[in-house]
């Protein structure tokens, strides 16, 4: 009798149990969504070297001269620049057997194309040109995820829906979702040229006409749907 009871118990919730949704119609389809974005943080790779002024200037007086020109522009010296190679100090350029050159690297972070212009300029004027892009970021990077992934799923819907109309059927609802791959962000100017040299800038355009290219978030989700049958 308890045998009896188990199998009739096990019976009965394999009844009420939803069909798995490979035995009833579906579509699925993939969606797509890419956002561009202006980055907000703009990071720019700077190098003093003795070797440029030819010994006239030593290493700490033209650190002293960046630090001042970049807080002239309003830029936060303890937040905004860092060092960017600890061991920058100890590389030397010899030039000769009696003449020894030191180089030294820092990280400027700025808030837009038109700040990371300034500077670029202004440390031209004062003789600093050894300046690279070292990385565009984006500071709510974490909400636009979320805001693509959204649109992904949107996007497939409206392909199920087109296609499914085509056939002159109508869209269920999803039963199953899956991300393919986290969002990615990539910047097609970062792929194009690493490490883009940006010397000589201030001698092209003004800080007013710096501008870069927008980032670009993209995800990718897969989206089972049901054919509502007439």
Same mark, same amino acid.
């Given at each position: ?43 720019? %790779?700077?190098?003093? %070297? ?66 990371? *212009? ?62 393919? *791959?986290?969002? %990615? ?46």
């Amino acid at each position: 009798m308890i045998s009896a009871l188990i199998l009739f118990t096990a019976l009965l919730v394999q009844a009420q149990a939803p069909k798995n949704f490979i035995d009833q119609p579906y579509i699925e389809v993939n969606g797509q969504a890419v956002l561009d974005i202006t980055p907000d943080k703009i990071f720019l %790779r700077i190098e003093i %070297r003795e070797e440029d002024t030819k010994g006239r200037k030593s290493l700490e007086e033209l650190e002293s001269q960046m630090l001042t020109t970049l807080e002239s522009l309003g830029l936060n010296i303890e937040k905004q620049v860092s060092v960017s190679d600890l061991s920058s100090n100890f590389k030397f350029y010899f030039l000769k057997r009696t003449d020894v050159f030191k180089n030294k690297f820092f990280s400027v972070e700025t808030k837009s194309a038109y700040e990371a *212009g300034q500077v670029v300029s202004s440390l031209a004027q004062e003789g600093i040109s050894n300046i690279e892009l070292e990385s565009l970021e984006y500071s709510k990077e974490e909400e636009l995820k979320l805001e693509v992934k959204v649109k992904a799923i949107q996007n497939a819907k409206q392909k199920a829906e087109m296609m499914l109309e085509a056939l002159g059927q109508n869209l269920g609802g999803a039963l199953h979702v899956q991300e393919l *791959g986290s969002p %990615r962000m990539y910047n097609t100017l970062e792929e194009r040229t690493a490490g883009l040299k940006i010397r000589g800038l201030a001698a092209m355009a003004d800080a007013s006409n710096v501008d870069f290219e927008k980032l670009k978030f993209e995800a990718t989700v897969q989206v089972k749907f049901a054919i509502d049958l007439p």
